[in-house]
């Protein structure tokens, strides 16, 4: 991204920075990709503040039209608004995660109060639901079709649950609710970032990188270098770094060391500290739920989606937790006994979990993740891997722009297009890491999908992630659970790329938030697909496609260790249920509340939550998952039920993954999330494949 700046005291007619401003005008570039290389810092806060304005106006059109309320000039008009404001948001954001530079950080700051603030503005006004209701209201008389319907209805609730029906004294609390709650989000997310990028480990002592791959080593040199500390070793606690410690450490010192600072990221007592962040987005929370007529934001949470209420959430995660758990003490064990019969004077503890368990598994299975690696060359993954497999499914074909826009020079841009040649849609990848990047990896839009009364307009799709790197002799060599990372936000992209849904509020990923990773989360079984498999896992030197005898090894292995896997993972769905069920908001101790929850749901002692409290983004950075990250189970529970039918009529079967394109990625939110399940699978899902297919029944 163009870097240039102006400075704050410049004195620019508003008309000309106006005109010179990319975000001011419909993008002139091929499928209307932004123009990144001229777009600066200081075209952000204007566009921005362009963008409410004209979003206003179009607001007060709607509202002053003489015409009855209608879909089209109401609800319609409504989705369709605010284009000026959609653009710059879709680059504000894609950016604040990406590429969070100081600047966007400064930027982030002055911007997301704006956007929440504009937000409230256009649900809690009066004359605008007035119109909204009416529709809503008169749904039957005025001939909506069921697709026009479900955006109206969605509409109507996303008035309601925003305070439409709230006394004019309540909106204004909700509203300063709502502001106040984004500035201490932002500030949660900016102590995360800090923390992960500012904490470091130093290691001077050669023998302490026992048992590290070389390449993690040569890493850890080179960052050493770059922070000005020659001749040591420095470790981050980011994703791939952490876990190659974790796993591979001989020194039980750097283990522990490196888990401690992870699990205490944002929690030491310091300026960075969130504990006093989360206090107040419950005390928050739980005020804007009780104004809008819930007894808990855990019940707010879970009102408007599949589960339906907190009770149904949690049903659904204890019959994964109690045999997951049960599982772990079998796992903890078979660790022990390894650990006695090396010398190991000590009983095992979380910062041992990853390396006994390898050790279990290379004793069981006889391979190590180092034996697949050079295997797994992102480029390969990525082309001969999940290419192959949308063109194999679904006859789609992604060819690169190499002169295409890009925010950064790592993007790749691809042109996706049908089996006829028709442009279906814009994807970006963006897998490397950066100090700037946030951890984690994800899909988001930069231009959603709209077709209606002859105008179409295709979606820009991108994924993200921070996967090991290439280095001086070697190309980019994912671990297995790299590869699993780039097939799920994959199924993301497909969700959003392959969308017919006429409207922009339900298409691609606008669906149900416990529906919304069943996309993602299914792809993922189709990375160990064997005709798959053979076609992307081929050796980076030699060619050599992967052997037989190392895919068995793979599969044979794939349910090792998922008591663990299973048990962090719902645990953490259940913290954060925990958490927005609270009735009281005095001063919380975060450490002694996540240790309640433990007792309470009955978490064994070797295992961590998967996100602890400070660092938890998900459910503290903003609202989306908030009481909601239980939804990864809930999704797990649909994917693993629906690829049993692939299973039963064939993985690869065309017809079967036409069906799966009609109802489940092309129809968005058409219809009721569990009413398109039904007619893909043919029966309500439950829990037994989940639980199959991690080897806990």
């Known amino acids: 991204m163009a870097i240039t700046l102006v400075a704050s005291g410049s004195a620019a007619p508003k008309k000309e920075v106006r005109q010179k401003n990319p975000f001011m005008s419909e993008y002139k570039t091929k499928y209307k990709i932004p123009p990144f290389a001229t777009i600066g810092y200081q075209h952000y806060l204007p566009a921005v503040e362009a963008g409410i304005e004209e979003q206003n ?10 015409a009855a309320p209608d879909f089209e000039n109401t609800v319609l008009a409504l989705d369709n608004c605010g284009a000026t404001l959609n653009r710059v948001s879709y680059v504000f954001y894609a950016l604040s995660e990406s590429d969070n530079t100081p600047e966007m950080q400064e930027l982030a700051e002055k911007i997301s109060p704006m956007l929440t603030a504009q937000n409230d503005e256009i649900y809690m006004n009066d004359a605008l639901f007035a119109r909204i209701k009416k529709v809503h209201d008169g749904a039957e008389a005025l001939g909506l079709n069921k697709v026009q319907a479900r955006l109206t209805e969605k509409y109507y609730k996303r008035f309601v649950r925003n305070g439409a029906l709230l006394s004019a004294q309540d909106k204004d609390s909700l509203k300063e609710i709502n502001k106040r709650q984004a500035a201490i989000e932002l500030s949660f997310a900016n102590n995360v970032m800090h923390e992960i990028s500012a904490n470091v480990i130093y290691v001077d002592n050669a023998e302490e990188l026992a048992g590290l791959p070389q390449q993690t080593i040569d890493d850890a040199a080179a960052e050493a270098i770059k922070r000005g500390q020659p001749g040591k070793w420095a470790f981050t606690a980011r994703g791939a770094t952490r876990l190659d410690v974790l796993t591979n450490a001989d020194s039980r010192n750097l283990r522990q060391r490196i888990y401690e600072t992870y699990t205490n990221t944002a929690s ?15 005390r928050l929370r739980k005020q804007k739920a009780r104004l809008l007529g819930f007894d808990s934001f855990a019940d707010y949470a879970t009102d408007p989606v599949m589960a339906k209420t907190v009770e149904n959430a949690e049903d659904l995660l204890y019959q994964i937790f109690r045999p997951a758990a049960a599982k772990v003490k079998e796992e903890v064990a ?61 006859g789609i074909n992604f ?62 799709i991108y994924n993200v992630a921070s996967l090991t790197p290439a280095t001086s002799d070697t190309p980019s060599l994912l671990t297995l659970d790299e590869v699993e990372t780039v097939f799920h936000e994959f199924g993301h992209a497909l969700h959003g790329m392959l969308t017919t849904a006429p409207f922009r509020g339900l298409s691609g990923t606008n669906v149900d938030r416990d529906l919304v990773e069943m996309p993602s989360q299914i792809n993922e079984h189709w990375a160990y697909e064997p005709e798959i498999l053979r076609n992307y896992a081929r050796h980076y030197r030699t ?58 749901i009955g978490m064994p002692a070797e295992v961590e939550f998967r996100y602890r409290s400070p660092y938890f983004k998900h459910i503290f950075d903003n609202d989306q998952y908030s009481c909601g990250y239980y939804t990864y189970l809930w999704s797990q529970v649909l994917e693993a039920d ?19 394109r009609k109802y489940i990625l092309e129809a968005g939110d058409t219809e009721d999330p569990m009413t398109l399940y039904r007619l893909f699978r043919g029966h309500d899902p439950n829990a037994d494949a989940l639980l199959r297919n991690h080897g806990l029944k």
């Not at 960075?272 to 987005?281: K, Q």
């Not at 794939?558 to 993972?569: A, H, I, R």
């Not at 629906?642 to 799966?660: H, S």
Request: proline share 4%; with cysteine.
């Open 334 to 394: 078979d660790m022990q006994a390894y650990a006695d019969a090396h010398g190991g004077n000590f009983k095992i503890a979380p910062w041992d979990y990853y390396y006994y368990a390898q050790k279990v598994k290379n004793e069981r299975y006889s391979f190590s993740a180092d034996e697949v690696r050079p295997y797994f060359e992102l480029n390969s993954v990525v082309k001969n891997g999940i290419f192959y497999l949308a063109k194999r499914l679904y």
């Open 543 to 600: 060619g050599e496609v992967i052997p037989q005898a190392l895919v068995d090894k793979i599969l044979e292995s794939s349910k090792f260790n998922q008591g663990f896997v299973m048990t962090e993972l719902v645990g953490a769905a259940l913290l954060d249920i925990e958490w927005h069920k609270l009735n009281w908001c005095d001063s919380i101790d975060v450490r002694g509340f996540e240790n309640y929850v433990k007792r309470r």
């Open 268 to 282: 030491r007592g310091d300026q960075y500290d969130n504990s006093a962040n989360i206090n107040a987005l419950i």
């Open 642 to 660: 629906a690829f049993e039918r692939f299973r039963e009529e064939g993985t690869l079967n065309t017809d079967v993954a036409r069906d799966y």
């Open 399 to 460: 060819t690169e722009m190499p002169d295409a826009p890009k925010y950064n020079p790592e993007v790749t841009v691809y042109d996706v297009t049908d089996e006829k040649g028709k442009h279906l849609a814009v994807f970006m990848t963006d897998y490397m890491p950066r100090e700037t990047k946030a951890q984690g990896a994800w899909m988001s839009e930069l231009c959603s999908e709209y077709n209606y009364n002859g105008v179409s307009e295709r979606p820009i």
């Open 57 to 66: 106006a179009e607001i007060q059109a709607i509202i002053a039209n003489p």
